[in-house]
């Protein structure tokens, strides 16, 4: 199978972003429009990068807070479970942004929100097969993947190709590449993370035309993708947790007030979309496992 890039990612969904964006930016840019991503622009992504691996190493090594539910207040944290096993998709702003939007970098907007969706009756190696059946992504995430394919396998390092799609007020179709990295921490605990390694505006698509802009050098709607999930096999299901973090163009100046809405409000729905199809496609490959119509349990 965003994403977080299977879009997620089982990817790592990559849905996430994309929406965000091309809502929060595509409003206020002409189509004709280029913006360079900028030296400066990318090592200031590369430095919140970098700082938020090590927070999150820290709390995967320890299991503390495994889930972003888990630093909850006890009373808040028993009420998120039982909503989220009741079958509710949770998310929130990542925290850890610092500001409202994110936007304290230079040329760009960072967008970083995480999500957690529980999966009854699944264990944690069938959950895996399902996310990791990258050649069936465009089934699972239509209409926001177009084609998807699984380029290389070596061990628990997939390289994935995804054609994604978004339509709102303007619409923009991306060839994404991406590098999933998946490790298996016990029985009940897995974490996988996905980087975009090519992420490109594509112009004309579908047409005889059709020409993928330099990446970089486009209209600044997905600069960069990157996915990070938890996946914990408890309570007779799978909770899998997705937490997304995209580069962006900066929001055009004097248009803070109509983008700043749609930066906060379609990240979440985004998520929300892209766990909930993450859901079913696990529940839809467990039942044909359980039937027979589809490879057994972990093969490829």
Known sequence: MTSCTRIPESISRAITIVAALIAAIGIGVRPTRAEQLKKETAAAFDQYIRLKETRDERQISGRQAFLWIDALPDPIAREAYAKVKGGQVLTRRNQDCGTPDCSAIPGGLIHDWVGVVFIPGVSLAQAMSALQDYD???????????????????????????????????????????????????????????????????????????????????????????????????????????????????????????????????????LRFTLDATRAAVAKKFESVSNGTHDAEGSK
């Open 136 to 270: 069936r992504d465009a089934d699972y995430y239509r209409p926001q993947v177009l084609v998807s394919k699984l380029l290389d396998r070596s061990g628990d390092v997939f390289d994935v190709f995804l054609r994604l799609k978004q339509v709102h007020v303007i619409t923009v179709v991306l060839d994404t590449e991406y590098e999933v990295h998946y490790r298996y921490l016990d029985d009940a605990h897995a974490v996988s993370r996905s980087y975009s390694t090519r992420i490109a505006e594509v112009e004309n698509a579908g047409e005889a035309n059709e020409h993928d802009r330099t990446p970089g050098d486009d209209r600044g709607l997905l600069w960069r993708l990157y996915s990070y999930w938890r996946f914990y096999q408890a309570d007779g299901g799978i909770y899998i947790q997705c937490n997304a973090v995209s580069l962006t163009r900066d929001v055009p100046a004097g248009l803070g007030w109509l983008i700043r809405p749609f930066i906060q409000k379609i990240p979440s729905e985004s």
